[in-house]
């Protein structure tokens, strides 16, 4: 059964700063890798989506990288702005590829 | 493209009650999956249809949750009766294909009392 940990589950950062946001899982037998942020009151925003055969994918300030071999995937945020402020979730499909598991989330809060 | 519209986008019931949430896909989209999220957990699976036929509903908590896909368009999940612990955030979302992005709605908030 696949678990997925993120650390840390809370983060402030004053603007400006770029930073990395963690994702564990613990079965590698994933199809693809999706991270997501989710505004209060809103739906899930899909930010990248990372096949199992690739490393990484790269969206504007975004990176996200996914190392199948240790059970990691980051997401990066250069220069960070007030309005990345958001929950960041990292999902995985899984299950004969019909089901994602996701992590528990960071709640991200970058401050002016 | 429109997005995946899920309404109400709140609702406040009485333990015993019932309660339809309905979600309207992106037009095109064979798949359609719920999940949902309850207070302090991750947000979890409860089915996934391909077009009108349930492909898994593993994740469906009981049978006091029913859902159905009319025409393979629009999906509906029942909730009767409920129960407190029923309260959460339902989710949507739909792909053309099951590996592809998954579009969310914004989901619809349950709260039982």
């Known amino acids: 059964k696949q678990e997925v940990t993120q650390i840390p589950a809370a983060l402030s950062v004053p603007e400006g700063e770029n930073l990395v946001l963690n994702c564990s899982f613990t079965?590698?037998?994933?199809?693809?890798l999706q991270w997501f942020r989710q505004d209060p009151g809103k739906g899930l925003t899909s930010l990248l989506l990372?096949?199992?055969?690739?490393r990484e994918q790269t969206s504007g300030r975004l990176n996200a990288s996914l190392d199948k071999s240790s059970g990691r995937s980051t997401l990066y945020i250069a220069a960070s702005q007030p309005g990345d402020s958001a929950t960041y979730l990292c999902?995985?499909?899984?299950?004969?590829?019909?089901?994602?598991?996701f992590g528990t989330g960071t709640q991200l809060k970058v401050e002016l | 493209e429109a997005g995946v519209t899920q309404f109400p986008s709140h609702s406040v019931i009485e333990k015993g009650q019932t309660v339809t949430l309905r979600c309207d896909p992106i037009?095109?989209?064979?798949?359609l999956y719920w999940y949902r999220r309850v207070m302090g957990k991750e947000i979890k699976f409860l089915l996934h249809?391909?077009?009108?036929?349930?492909?898994?509903e593993s994740g469906m908590p009981n049978n006091r949750f029913l859902a159905e896909r009319t025409g393979g368009t629009y999906s509906t999940l029942k909730v009767q009766p409920a129960e407190l612990e029923d309260s959460g955030v339902y989710f949507c979302?739909?792909?053309?294909?099951?590996?592809?992005?998954?579009?969310f709605g914004s989901g619809t908030r349950l709260t039982v009392v």
């Open positions: 979302a739909s792909s053309q294909l099951q590996s592809r992005p998954y579009t």
């Open positions: 079965d590698s037998a994933i199809y693809n």
């Open positions: 990372i096949q199992s055969s690739q």
């Open positions: 999902a995985f499909l899984t299950g004969g590829g019909n089901k994602l598991t």
């Open positions: 037009s095109g989209h064979d798949n």
């Open positions: 249809f391909v077009k009108e036929s349930k492909q898994d």
